[in-house]
């Protein structure tokens, strides 16, 4: 049993999900489809907007939005296992955005619009997670590295972000994926 | 105003710590009657109103030394004292003991969590624990500056029955307000570092994104209720 093996099946993941030696694949198509979790206490959505909040993680360490590439998962709620420890977040909420709409968003920093934001995705499988990709935030083309200034820019880039997603799972407390119960390394 | 008179319940005296931070929207909107507060040592007919209350601003500071007891010898005016002590002005009100005083201030948040009865007040001041609920390590919670931000606020609009569609926590330290009408989205977000950011987008055109103060939120409370 390899170091993948014993990690993956501690962390109960279905096997379909590890990365098994597989390269990065950095095609995402226009119409692939990016899932991101987001909490149960998330006040997500009200008349069709989603919340800012769910976009909340832009700005926080990595400076990337982890989603999970559609093209590697098998159901929009892959993105529910936590790839790090468990217990996972089946009783989270799933949302979902189209790659062609990530990249066709655009802004400018209010105080100075020389400063253009657009957004790209990367893909960084995870040992046990090989959808894990990330929307990355690009600066006049240059990836975005450190926290931007001021807040004004942090907000407007949430709030750009924000727009292409919209609610394909809500949360439930008694929600399971698919085969989750019979997955254990199968 | 109708007025009606009781005595200082220990929810007034955190109250009144977001009464200072609100003060100028305050006296904009009435809700509190500061067009002449006088020094308690100068008189005890201070009256302040808050909730639709009116309580007495001597009432007040003595039962905040009660609560907030220091080592202090006893004097002519222990009140004085302990207030000092902690960071207040002598014969100032006690809102003006909690100035740069973080541990002051995380301690009303807490009298406030456990005072607060609205709904949207014990949300925002659950939002410290989140990090349960993000089952994130790393989540940096709002602080209670934002908290008092917030909390300030959610008064200011309340006063114009207005209500936030969404209120949350974010992961990097802030809190957001989000209102949706028809096809007007506006956010405040309330962050650690004490900025309030104001963003408001029509349909599709390019929002309109700068800082606000605190005060100018009660004008934008009441833009919102007039629809």
Known sequence: ?186 | MKRSFRHTTDQDIVRLVLIRSLASSIRATEVLDTSNIPSPRRTRQSWLTVSGSMINSEEIKYRFVELYPVDEPDADDRSEKKLAALGGKKGGLPWQASDHDDEFVSLLVTEWLAAASDPLERRILSFKEWSKEWDIDNYIPPNDTAIIDALGALQALQRFAVVPEMINPTLEGSITFEFVRDTRYILLEFFNEGTIVYLDRAGDEEPEVREIALEDIASLAQELSNG
């Open chain 1, 1 to 186: 049993m390899d170091d993948q093996e014993v990690l993956c099946t501690k962390l109960e993941i279905p096997r379909r999900l590890w990365r098994d030696g597989r390269d990065p694949d950095q095609d995402f198509s226009n119409d692939e489809l990016l899932f991101r979790w987001y909490p149960p206490g998330v006040q997500i959505e009200a008349n069709g907007q989603i919340s800012a909040a769910a976009m909340s993680a832009v700005f926080r360490d990595t400076f990337d939005v982890s989603v999970a590439k559609s093209r590697y998962s098998e159901h929009s709620t892959d993105v529910l296992y936590n790839p790090f420890k468990i217990p996972h977040r089946f009783h989270s909420g799933v949302l979902e955005a189209r790659v062609s709409d990530i990249r066709n968003l655009h802004c400018v920093d209010s105080l100075n619009a020389a400063r253009e934001f657009d957004f790209d995705l990367a893909h960084k499988p995870e040992v046990c997670f090989y959808p894990h990709s990330h929307i990355e935030v690009l600066e006049n083309g240059s990836k975005v590295t450190q926290k931007p200034k001021p807040p004004t820019l942090r907000t407007r880039i949430r709030e750009e972000l924000r727009r292409a997603f919209k609610i394909c799972h809500l949360p439930d407390p008694s929600y399971r994926p698919p085969g989750e119960a019979n997955n254990k390394s199968s």
